[in-house]
């Protein structure tokens, strides 16, 4: 009965380093979600995945962020070259179909020094 | 692009008094959420409101949808600290893509 769950919880990276950070969806949840949200802001959208597809990924700010489900399942967030710009918590949210009720995850606060 | 602004940002309040928070759009959305969130925990849902006009209670809690469908309010009755917490409304369109608001960051004192 586990929920949403993302790791690591908390990284401090340097400026320039590239960072990963990954999320495990309820199992059996087809769709997934990857958010972004400041201190005191509600979570920007960044990117969709159904199943193994990235369906849409308007939200990502530019090229140096991608992310990937190759099984459909977990999912990772790269951030390439990353800039203090990008110090936010990233959350992720996995729902039963598109649509549905999305449950987050605690998200990790990543840090660029 | 879709904006939903809530207010009041900030509120404060002893237990025991009601209040109320808005979330307003110049966008018609086909959905409206609430959730909330605790410190270090993700946002949580509370309510789904799909029909203009709609009302939702859960316990103390009494959400509207508003007719024309853009914007919401959120009422506690006779609210407790285990209120506290970030209440943050989000729009939803047509697709699965939610527009989330700032959030009202809400603290009952006992």
């Known amino acids: 009965g586990a929920g949403v769950s993302q790791s690591p919880r908390y990284k401090v990276t340097k400026r320039g380093q590239d960072v990963a950070l990954r999320c495990d969806p309820i199992?059996?949840?087809?769709?997934l979600y990857w958010y972004r949200q400041a201190l005191g802001q509600g979570p920007e959208f960044l990117t969709y995945f159904n199943y193994e597809a990235q369906q849409d990924k308007s939200g990502l700010p530019n090229d140096r962020f991608s992310a990937e489900r190759p099984e459909g399942s977990i999912s990772t967030l790269t951030i390439q070259r990353t800039e203090q710009r990008d110090s936010a918590m990233y959350r992720c949210?996995?729902?039963?179909?598109?649509?549905?009720?999305?449950?987050f995850g605690p998200g990790t606060r990543l840090t660029v020094l | 692009t879709q904006l939903l602004e809530q207010s009041p940002q900030f509120l404060s309040i002893q237990e025991g008094e009601n209040l109320t928070v808005y979330c307003n759009s110049s966008s018609v959305f086909s959905s409206l959420q609430w959730y909330r969130q605790e410190p270090g925990e993700g946002p949580v849902l509370l309510v789904t409101v799909v029909t203009g006009g709609e009302v939702k209670k859960l316990k103390r809690l009494t959400f509207q949808f508003g007719d024309a469908r853009k914007d919401s309010s959120l009422h506690i009755t006779a609210a407790q600290p285990g209120d506290t917490g970030l209440y943050l409304c989000a729009g939803g369109g047509s697709n699965y893509k939610l527009t989330f608001g700032k959030g009202t960051l809400l603290t009952v004192n006992p």
């Open positions: 949210a996995s729902s039963l179909q598109t649509r549905t009720e999305q449950f």
């Open positions: 199992s059996g949840h087809v769709s």
